[in-house]
């Protein structure tokens, strides 16, 4: 599906070319710059698309973060730079503490401290 788009576009590119070449004298320097600066951009463009998201709800249960501020019970995370909304399991959790999460509910993670589950 992404070839298709990325042909469409280099059709849509070479038309322009063409058109734009009977009307203003281009140098050959600039088309090949135009053609290496559209190629480059196309390729940009399929490994993003191609590329899976590394954070989202589905796979959030076993990542690590560390509470932005207490949770008791409720607060905020940090993972890998995203803030997340989250709740203590069990006990109060202070700031700057590693967590692991161990569930969600909606958009709420449940938590418990690391060394919790590390010692356990």
Not at 7 to 12: E, F, H, K, S, Y
Not at 66 to 72: E, F, H, K, Q
Not at 96 to 99: I, L
């Given at each position: 599906m992404a070839a298709v788009s990325l042909?469409?576009?280099?059709?849509?590119l070479t038309v322009v070319i063409l058109i734009l070449s009977r009307f203003v004298h281009l140098p050959v320097w600039l088309i090949v710059l135009i053609a290496l600066l559209f190629v480059g951009w196309a390729f940009m463009s399929y490994f993003a698309i191609r590329k899976s998201p590394q954070l989202g709800f589905e796979n959030m249960v076993g990542a690590t973060g560390?509470?932005?501020?207490?949770?008791?019970p409720k607060g905020t995370i940090r993972i890998d730079h995203e803030r997340w909304a989250?709740?203590?399991r069990g006990d109060h959790i202070g700031a700057?503490?590693?967590?692991l999460v161990v569930g969600q509910?909606?958009?709420l993670l449940t938590v418990v401290k690391k060394?919790?589950?590390e010692s356990s």
């Open positions: 042909l469409d576009d280099a059709i849509i560390v509470t932005l501020d207490s949770l008791t989250a709740r203590a700057g503490v590693a967590v509910s909606g958009l060394e919790q589950m």
